[in-house]
């Protein structure tokens, strides 16, 4: 067993020993409301946003990058659901702008083991063979980070499946200080109507 797995198994019994009363939450998000964000660890919703267990529902990939997947899971949760209200938060100094598609491509094609990173860009070790598929991929990453809320906004906004009545805001997390920055052109956007 890892390292890691025995500090998660741990902590997940602390978990529990608290539990309490959580397991008669409601599957809706007791606020309505849903939140797009990046995987980045140093984001933690719950804390910038104010939620407890059961608030919101809060969907992550890397970049907080409007995919088609994350496109089907606002759409469940506003369908199947209820949310009525949706945010989409980028943030500053976010890794989906240290590279590109062309890039990452390249990366795989090197090798699959992890690559690394210093002031002249990115590099890889070229061991244990690599593959080319990484370059067939939209990676959805970021070279303007207002530019990218505004355009995730457009998209879910103009998304057949989306509702003309759910307001969709856009923000940049800032790393530095902690503070919810809109970009005014995606809550523009975003408007209900």
Known sequence: ????????????????????DKGNLPMPPGRQFAILT???ARLDPAKYAGLAEG??????????RASDDAIRSLVI???LLGTKEWFVIHHTDCGMETFNSEI??????GSLKTS???ASGWHDSNAGGGTTDGK????????????????????????????KDIPIYGYVYDCKTGALVEVPEATDAGRAS
Request: contains cysteine; proline residues 1%.
């Open 55 to 64: 608030d919101a529902h809060v969907i992550r990939n890397a970049g907080g």
């Open 136 to 163: 067939y991929i939209n990676w959805l990453t970021i070279s303007d980070m207002n530019k990218s809320v505004i355009e995730d906004v457009q998209r879910i906004r103009s998304n057949s499946m989306v509702p």
């Open 1 to 20: 067993m890892s390292k890691i797995v025995k500090e998660v198994t741990l902590a997940n019994a602390d978990y529990v020993s608290g539990f309490g």
């Open 38 to 40: 990046c995987m980045d």
């Open 116 to 118: 690394s990173v210093d």
């Open 77 to 79: 949760s506003y369908k």
């Open 104 to 109: 990452m491509g390249e990366l795989l094609s």
